[in-house]
């Protein structure tokens, strides 16, 4: 039981180039988040999902997209990077509304260059 | 807009004594309301939680006591052992949508 995977775990990118951040959970969870935190700061909200096929906006969404296909996956894009999404990213997981504990990935370091 | 605030972005307490870690919040639709604990370079752990219909949750040394009236919330640490030095994020959660404060770091003194 992994619980939750993201890869990679460091990444340098240029302006402009483009990734995707995996993230996997295998305790067939429903709800999935990303988050973002940069240097000193809490956690930022960028995209969740409470379930396969349907996805919803947080506090921080533009620059980034995100995909649900499946329960497991929850893969966030970068299109077009920029120095300001330079943070740590943190995957996210917990099975309902009525048991919101999430259970978190080892986070993404990534810098953009 | 910051819908959960943590005011006080440090606190440090002697081992053996109470800590208390406040948390606002302003959206009066979350349910939910969640503390985490977190290391340096890992994510964040879950530590306890508090539906909305509730008051008071205990689990073991950790309570939290949530006020809706005045929308805030605390965790208190009693006895504060060395081991609990970490920041503490507080969280609230309403349909999946679940936002976090900028966080606390304790520090307990032996």
């Known amino acids: 039981n992994a619980g939750v995977t993201q890869t990679p775990k460091f990444r340098i990118l240029k302006i402009g180039q483009s990734m995707t951040l995996q993230c996997t959970q295998d305790?067939?969870?429903?709800?999935m988040y990303w988050y973002r935190q940069d240097p000193g700061m809490g956690l930022k909200l960028i995209y969740y999902?409470?379930?396969?096929?349907?996805?919803d906006k947080g506090e921080v969404p533009n620059g980034y997209n995100v995909s649900r296909s499946t329960t497991e996956d929850f893969p966030l894009r970068l299109e077009l990077a920029a120095p300001s999404q330079t943070s740590v990213y943190f995957c996210?997981?917990?099975?309902?509304?009525?048991?919101?504990?999430?259970?978190f990935g080892q986070g993404t370091r990534l810098t953009v260059v | 807009d910051q819908q959960v605030k943590q005011n006080s972005p440090s606190l440090s307490v002697q081992e053996g004594r109470i800590s208390i870690l406040n948390c606002d919040y302003t959206?009066?639709?979350?349910?939910?309301f969640l503390w985490y604990k977190k290391y340096p370079a890992e994510g964040p752990t879950f530590l306890i939680s508090?539906?909305?219909?509730?008051d008071k949750n205990e689990d073991g040394r950790f309570t939290v006591f949530l006020n809706k009236s005045a929308k805030h919330l605390s965790l208190h640490i009693v006895p504060s052992q060395p081991g609990d030095s970490a920041v503490y994020f507080c969280?609230?959660?309403?349909?999946?949508?679940?936002?976090f404060g900028a966080g606390t770091r304790l520090t307990v003194k032996p």
């Open positions: 999902s409470v379930g396969a096929g349907i996805t």
């Open positions: 305790m067939n969870h429903n709800y």
């Open positions: 996210a997981s917990s099975y309902s509304r009525a048991e919101p504990e999430a259970f």
């Open positions: 959206n009066s639709m979350f349910d939910y």
């Open positions: 969280a609230a959660s309403a349909l999946g949508d679940m936002r």
């Open positions: 508090i539906s909305s219909i509730k």
